[in-house]
């Protein structure tokens, strides 16, 4: 019997269509229309036709226009990198903020012509990144503290700007900012991916030519900011239109929770043994503070998953437990930092470290104080979602204050 027939015999056995799709995919896909062709204007069909051709037109290939702006956005994001080189700028640290802010203004552009440039969402987009290139342009370099700090927490500002101008303030902005955050762990990704394909690819390019004796320093000095430049813009995209790494993020975090929280506990017990280290050297306090991300990061993609599978009890118990001794972590951090300032007074690196903690605090305990409810049965994973959701825009007030304002109150 025919892949049609079969899908003819089991139209009002929906469990018997999907085992047919799951043995048959192709088949099914090409035979699913005709089989339904007395009637197509069933929610049956109309449910299938929704789930087979949604995504196949999600990863529609770009126009000739839209890999012309593509092209266009990419190229100028790199020639503005290299203004400062070509130019002989002595004083080439003013310009150091340009590393960030302009490949991901070329990203916001290009997401804003996929979506047709929607006029308030990229007027707003565009004088805040303006406004900032202004702030960073003035801000003077021989701060070196203060204009180095700023230049850290940039990229993760105009991020909280990207992430505004795809989610907005109109309802269901809290799903979107849920889709926002998955769509960031999974740019990351493609953003390695093209990173590293790139990479292998320049030093194929400049071994090629060494051999042949011509001169090739300019394809690390040129093409490699170039490319640079454009893997942003081109992992939003790809991220958008193909996501290859859907699952890969959700998976990753899942596989390293359990060992993250290890090393937790493990951390935990070495920092007892040697409470003083904390107080007293940097690094170790650096260190600490990149644990903190670690775990902030793989326990929002562990309990935001793909949006097809929640996480199950093992899963919660490992986060929850992980977030739990997570928080008393950050609170001995909190500690110590107030410590240092106290010991050795107030500068603009202990308040940027003390402000991350307690932004990252906050978000640990609500995440927290969801995964506790969810655990006893009287909240939900969505509960979960919508405290992340709530609490995103303390991350832009933060960063924002990091690199506007806090370098004009300590200016050294």
Known sequence: MSIELKIRAALSEPEELEQLYRNNPKSFIKAYRNAFDSDQ???????????????????????????????????????????????????????????????????????????????????????????????MQITPVEWEDVYTLANFNLPLFIWCLYGFSRTGLAD????????FLRFSGEMVIHSGLLFLGGGILLLLTYGLFDLLNIRNDWIIEDLAVYGLASIPLVAAWATDTYSAARKMVPLLARIFSPLLLVLILCYMGAMAWNMPEL?????????????LLCVLCCAIFTMTGNGERTPGKMETKIISTMIAATVLLDLIGIWAISWRICEYGITANRISVLGSNIVVFGNLVFMGMGCIRHHFGSGSQDDIEDSLAAYLPAYAVWTGFSVIILPWIFRY
């Open 41 to 135: 204007n069933s929610i049956l069909f109309r449910a299938w036709q929704a789930r087979l051709e949604f995504t196949a037109a999600k990863t529609e290939s770009l126009s000739t226009r839209d890999i012309m702006v593509m092209l266009l956005l990419c190229f100028c994001s790199g020639t503005i990198l290299k203004i400062p080189d070509w130019t002989h700028t002595h004083n080439i640290e003013r310009f150091a903020w340009m590393i960030s802010l302009i490949p991901l203004t070329a990203m916001f552009l290009f997401t804003m012509h996929m979506r047709g440039w929607p006029r308030k969402i990229t007027g707003y987009g565009i004088c805040c990144n303006v406004i900032t290139a202004a702030v």
């Open 172 to 179: 269901g902005y809290k799903h979107k900012r849920i889709e």
């Open 279 to 291: 107080f007293k050297d940097r690094s170790t306090l650096l260190t600490y503070n990149i644990l």
